[in-house]
């Protein structure tokens, strides 16, 4: 084989290398991305039914309910638009708390309820992921341009 030839196998190969290393890394970005959702989108059926995503809102006053097992909690996500009731077994954050900012990520059941796998609430008083406070002050602008029509 010339020198080359034996050149261009190699560039070729080392092509075909980095495709294929190029091609595992997206797919597992893409197996790995999670996507955010307020209530409005979720009831809106904008949400993806068979993949994991997150919703985020607030934990609605007096939703709250705790299971006999200690560990099963159902509760409602709001962003004043619309509810998602929500069911989670497992530890909540300490500042998980009715009224306060929580993102939640897991699946939507084909009954509506949100199964979520994971729990985080907002660490202080001032702070909310960017995505829920968006997704809030949407469904809030929204709301009061509904009040103004007449009729509704």
């Known amino acids: 084989m010339k020198p080359r030839h034996r050149r261009l196998a190699a560039v070729v190969g080392g092509l075909a290398?980095?495709?294929v290393g190029a091609a595992?890394?997206?797919?597992?970005?893409?197996?790995?991305l999670v996507f955010f959702f307020s209530p409005t989108q979720v009831a809106a059926k904008e949400a993806p039914l068979d993949k994991t995503?997150?919703?985020?809102?607030?934990?609605?006053?007096?939703?709250?309910?705790?299971?006999?097992?200690?560990?099963?909690?159902?509760f409602v996500v709001t962003d004043t638009a619309k509810d998602i009731p929500v069911t989670y077994t497992g530890i909540l954050p300490d500042l998980f708390k009715e009224g306060k900012g929580v993102v939640t990520q897991g699946r939507l059941g084909p009954d509506g309820v949100f199964r979520a796998s994971e729990v985080l609430a907002k660490h202080d008083e001032n702070y909310m992921p960017p995505e829920a406070a968006d997704a809030l002050k949407k469904a809030h602008n929204e709301g009061a341009a509904k009040s103004l029509v007449p009729g509704k």
């Open 17 to 19: 290398l980095l495709g």
């Open 24 to 32: 595992l890394v997206l797919n597992a970005f893409q197996s790995n």
């Open 53 to 74: 995503f997150r919703l985020g809102g607030m934990v609605r006053d007096g939703s709250l309910k705790r299971r006999t097992d200690g560990l099963t909690v159902d």
